[in-house]
């Protein structure tokens, strides 16, 4: 790379951080204009693109870069990553094979090629991917978490020893315990030692809400004022440009069942899904305008028509003729202005029994989403909370809102999955219940579990913990969630 494309390198790259994407563009461009190796760029110039909504030139910039003489491994790391955006996984994985290649020493490309293969359902080349990245580094602690939850530890077949070694060390910081500590109590939990498994759920909690400046209160303000600028919805005439009977948003909190549900549908004829996205929210804010009052009003406000043909283009960039599903399960902020916009999309809002819900996020370690889930205190407000918009928009919405109670999909998956599709005006298939042959990528946090058949098994598993969940117990029926009578 010559000094200029260097210097064009550097600027394109803080164009991008700073949201400048047209700008960057030009930048990126020049600094692989005269590029023979794959470069790091190129991997820029593909996100700019994507950002720009431009997925067909990304797709040409990395087809072009990977027929280049081989780069650097950080290069083709890059590349995989864009390709992971774009939907192109397989490609991602080869990519990140190739920077495991040139770079067997870099512990970051082993976990993002084991994270890779887990969206893909390889569980054991992930698992081996895992096992790579912590013996060149036994301080990668991601991949403790991340082999952990690849599969149900058995007594013959289990990390404890390893975990339990590793949570001993005198150089042990809170970073450590966090992703060890989860990995140990879910194992733990897999062997049916559940007392010890809540010890150490409660410290990687601990752990994980000791780094966090969070309030609650403010998520709690959020949804009143949400409640409060959407009493009705203003639904314009029909025969807009924007076919918004395509759509399928499901909502719900995390870990209640959502993926499960878009397994389901994705298993059947004509329907696929953009996964976890921001896209309707990005849609909704870009809509926005300046002006009086404060974002939750403006938004409110916000032109329908513009929110829909701002949606549609990032939702389906691609023309796709398919029914699209939408999985970000706290869209539920947004099922107002989504059927303000998207008046024939459909939204399907999965409800789990309290307790489980709330154990089954409390129990698990989130990216940089759902500060709320470490500390019972914040989770019994938060759900009461959620409970609260979510009767209002069950008031507002009425029939709207198709509700699917996850204890009942789990246990008739068949008739509650032909009920889904009848609301969604799809054709049912009893084939969808066989999510384990659903070759479709997952990259969320039951990305491993929905490789199983369907199972009832975590209806109830708070039971074990009874003894330990009495404060959060006592938590949610002081804000007003209905418990269990024996709870």
């Known amino acids: ?138 301080t990668q602690y991601p991949s403790y978490l991340l082999r952990s939850e690849l599969r149900v530890q058995t007594p013959e077949f289990n990390h404890l020893i390893e975990l339990q070694a590793q949570l001993a060390r005198p150089e042990t910081d809170g970073r450590a315990q966090m992703f060890l500590g989860y990995a140990l109590a879910k194992e733990l939990d897999d062997l049916g030692r559940y007392d010890e498994a809540f010890h150490w759920f409660s410290r990687a909690a601990h752990a994980r809400r000791s780094r966090l400046a969070y309030d609650v209160a403010g998520d709690e303000q959020k949804m009143r004022r949400i409640a409060e600028v959407y009493p009705r919805i203003r639904v314009g005439p029909a025969g807009r440009a924007t076919d918004s009977s395509k759509y399928i948003f499901i909502v719900g909190l995390p870990r209640s069942g959502t993926t499960l549900l878009e397994r389901i549908l994705t298993g059947l004829p004509g329907v696929s899904s953009n996964g976890e996205t921001n896209n309707f929210s990005s849609a909704l804010m870009a809509a926005t305008l300046e002006g009086q009052g404060d974002v939750f009003a403006r938004a409110a406000a916000a032109d329908p028509d513009a929110v829909a043909a701002n949606y549609a283009e990032r939702a389906n960039a691609l023309g796709s003729n398919d029914k699209i599903v939408e999985k970000l399960p ?30 089954a996020m409390y129990r698990t370690l989130f990216g940089e989403a759902y500060p709320f889930s470490y500390d019972f205190e914040d989770l019994a407000r938060y759900f009461a909370g959620y409970e609260r918009l979510m009767n209002h928009w069950r008031a507002v919405l009425g029939e709207e809102i198709h509700e699917v109670v996850y204890e009942d999909l789990v246990r008739e998956p068949d008739r509650e999955g032909s009920a889904v599709a009848d609301h969604c005006g799809l054709v049912w298939s009893p084939a969808a219940i066989e999510i384990q042959k659903n070759t479709s990528v997952s990259l969320t946090a039951s990305a491993a579990q929905v490789r199983r058949p369907i199972y009832g098994t975590s209806s109830g598993r708070w039971r074990h913990y009874r003894r330990h969940l009495q404060p959060l117990i006592a938590a949610l029926r002081q804000y007003g969630v209905a418990v269990p009578e024996d709870a």
């Not at 706290?330 to 489980?356: E, F, H, S």
Request: hydrophobic share 50%; glycine share 6%.
């Open 1 to 138: 790379m010559t000094p200029a494309s260097a210097s064009a390198d550097i600027e394109a790259f803080r164009l991008l951080r700073a949201g400048r994407l047209a700008e960057a563009l030009p930048l990126a461009e020049q600094a692989v204009a005269n590029a023979v190796v794959c470069l790091p760029t190129h991997a820029l110039l593909a996100t700019i693109l994507v950002g720009l909504r431009r997925p067909g030139d990304a797709e040409t910039v990395i087809s072009r870069a990977v027929d280049l003489k081989t780069g650097s491994a950080d290069a083709y790391d890059g590349l995989a990553y864009v390709s992971m955006a774009l939907g192109r996984h397989e490609r991602a994985s080869a990519l990140y094979r190739r920077a495991t290649a040139l770079a067997p020493q870099t512990t970051r490309f082993w976990y993002n090629l084991a994270c890779c293969e887990r969206g893909l359902g390889r569980l054991s080349e992930a698992e081996a991917a895992c096992d790579r990245s912590i013996a060149v580094d036994v």
């Open 330 to 359: 706290m869209n539920y902020l947004y099922a107002g202005a989504i059927k303000q916009a998207l008046p024939d999309a459909r939204i399907l809002a999965v409800r789990r029994a309290p307790l489980d819900s709330c154990f």
